[in-house]
C-alpha cells in the first residue's frame, strides 16, 4: 500500500543528503485513470524523478461550479491505482489544506521542504499549460518548478512563442513530451459508469472493482 504523505511532504519524501527530484501530479481524480499513470510513467522514463507524488485537490478553483467527488474515495482510489508502484507516493496535502485548491499554494510548501540542490517538477497536459494564464500566479509557479507537459488528445500543441508573451521565461521551464498521447478522461468514465459500460482497461482493474463496490458514479 503507498504511503500517505500529509503536510510538506517533499521534507518527509527527501529523507538526507542525496538530491530530490520531485515530480507532483495534481487533479481532482475523479476517478483516477490510466492516463494519470501513464503521465506519471512519462515523467519517470525522461527525468528519472525520486518520487512523483499524486495530490488529489480539494476544492479546485476551476470546477467551483462543477460537482467533485468524495475527498475519500478519491484518494481510496488513487491510493489503489498506485499501489505495488514504489515511486509513487500519495499526498493529502490539498485536501486537508482546506478552501479553494490553488497550486502556487501546493508548490511553496512543497520548495520549502526541499534543500536549495533539489529539483520541482509539476506534470500537466496541453489543455493545462494553453490555460496556465488564467491559473493563481502563474508567475510564480514557473518560478518555483519546471513543467512536465504530456499531449492529450483533442487539443492541439500549446504555442509556446504565444505563452511566453503573457509569461516571460516559461519556455524556458518547459519540458515538451512527444508520448503519450492520453486519450482518456475522468468525465468520459464517470459518463460510462452512469450508462452501465465497462470501463476495464480505461482504469486500474481495483479503481474498477472499487467503483462497483461503493456504487459511484450512478
Known amino acids: ?10 521534507a518527509v519524501l527527501s529523507g538526507g543528503g542525496d538530491k530530490m527530484r520531485l515530480a507532483v501530479l495534481g487533479g481532482t481524480f475523479d476517478p483516477i485513470h490510466n492516463g494519470h499513470i501513464l503521465m506519471a510513467e512519462a515523467a519517470l522514463s525522461r ?10 485537490a480539494g476544492n479546485p478553483r476551476f470546477k467551483e461550479n462543477e460537482s467533485v467527488g468524495d475527498a475519500a474515495h478519491r484518494l481510496k482510489m488513487v491510493e489503489l491505482a ?11 496535502m490539498e485536501i486537508e489544506r482546506g478552501g479553494v485548491t490553488y497550486t502556487v499554494d501546493t508548490l511553496r510548501e512543497l520548495k520549502s521542504g526541499l534543500e536549495p540542490q533539489d529539483e520541482l517538477f509539476f506534470i500537466m497536459g496541453w489543455g493545462s499549460l494553453a ?12 518560478s518555483l518548478c519546471r513543467l512536465i507537459v504530456v499531449p492529450r488528445a483533442g487539443f492541439p500543441k500549446p504555442d509556446l512563442m504565444q505563452l511566453e508573451k ?50 459511484l458514479y450512478r
Open 47 to 56: 527525468l528519472n524523478p525520486t518520487q512523483v507524488l499524486f495530490i488529489p
Open 166 to 215: 503573457d509569461m516571460r521565461g516559461l519556455s524556458e521551464r518547459v519540458i515538451m513530451l512527444d508520448e503519450p498521447q492520453i486519450e482518456i478522461s475522468s468525465s468520459d468514465i464517470r459518463e460510462k459508469v452512469r450508462s452501465g459500460q465497462d470501463i476495464r482497461g480505461l482504469v486500474p482493474d481495483a479503481v474498477a472493482d472499487y467503483i462497483a463496490e461503493q456504487g
Open 1 to 10: 500500500m503507498p504511503k500517505q504523505v500529509t503536510g510538506c511532504a517533499a
Open 82 to 92: 498506485i499501489a505495488g508502484k514504489p515511486p509513487f507516493q500519495l499526498s493529502t
Open 131 to 142: 490555460e496556465l494564464p488564467l491559473w493563481h500566479k502563474p508567475a510564480e509557479i514557473i
